[in-house]
């Protein structure tokens, strides 16, 4: 079965300091893993995909992750936090058939 | 490109009335979307999948006959709320998956989202 675990609901850091989101997944396949933003009221806006090519994912506004298969984790992480930063950040699955797999989310808060 | 459009992005209504909520594929055709539910500060559930020209398929607890799904063309489904009710009140956010190599694609797009209060 497929799941997906973010360890941390919170995540506090320092405006110019590193950012690191951890998600741990379960799945019986080679999966297709994601990490999505959600600024306020908003919808998702995708970061990043790996899809089984390069471990190490590069995506938009700085961010990167790295697909380990053997710990089944593929953890988000930022050099330097902007203020923009500051959202909730949700890993997902998908399943290679029809479904996609949310992990319950990360709220990151920067601090000035 | 990959605009996934809602509309309306904020509906009050009465206790007992219906409520319709269009997601629009703006740049891609989309064989399938989602319609997922947000209750504050949790993550999205998904409510059913929708395939163009066939019925929508529903996660297990969610009332077919409440949530209606029409996926009439390649760039538009609609959610209709039947009879809302306060504990309906929610965000409900779509997304759109365009078809790929395989048939479908790994990667949806969201759109931003309906929030729905019902008095």
């Known amino acids: 079965a497929q799941s997906v675990t973010q360890l941390d609901s919170h995540v506090s850091v320092s405006e110019g300091t590193p950012v690191l989101l951890r998600c741990n997944y379960s799945?019986?396949?080679?999966?297709?893993l994601f990490w999505y933003v959600q600024h306020p009221n908003k919808g998702l806006q995708l970061l990043l995909k790996?899809?089984?090519?390069?471990?190490l994912v590069k995506g938009i506004n700085g961010f990167e992750a790295e697909f380990k298969k053997s710990e089944t984790s593929f953890h988000l992480t930022k050099p330097s936090a902007h203020m923009s930063d500051a959202a909730e950040y949700f890993c997902?699955?998908?399943?290679?058939?029809?479904?996609?797999?949310f992990g319950s989310g990360t709220k990151l808060n920067v601090k000035p | 490109g990959a605009v996934v459009s809602q509309h309306p992005s904020w509906v009050i209504c009465k206790s007992g009335t219906s409520v319709k909520i269009e997601c629009r594929s703006l740049?891609?055709?989309?064989?399938?979307m989602f319609w997922y539910r947000q209750f504050p500060k949790q993550s999205l559930m998904l409510m059913a999948t929708?395939?163009?020209?066939?019925?929508?398929?529903?996660e297990q607890g969610v009332e077919k006959d409440k949530f209606l799904i029409n996926h009439a063309s390649l760039t538009l489904s609609t959610l209709t709320v039947t009879s809302a009710h306060p504990e309906d009140s929610s965000f409900y956010i779509c997304?759109?998956?365009?078809?790929?190599?395989?048939?479908?694609?790994?990667?949806?797009?969201f759109g931003p989202g309906t929030r729905l209060t019902v008095l």
């Open positions: 929708s395939n163009e020209g066939s019925k929508a398929t529903y």
């Open positions: 997902v699955c998908w399943d290679n058939f029809n479904k996609f797999y």
């Open positions: 799945s019986s396949y080679s999966p297709s």
């Open positions: 740049d891609f055709q989309a064989t399938t």
């Open positions: 997304s759109a998956a365009p078809p790929g190599l395989a048939g479908v694609t790994d990667t949806q797009y």
């Open positions: 790996y899809t089984s090519a390069a471990t």
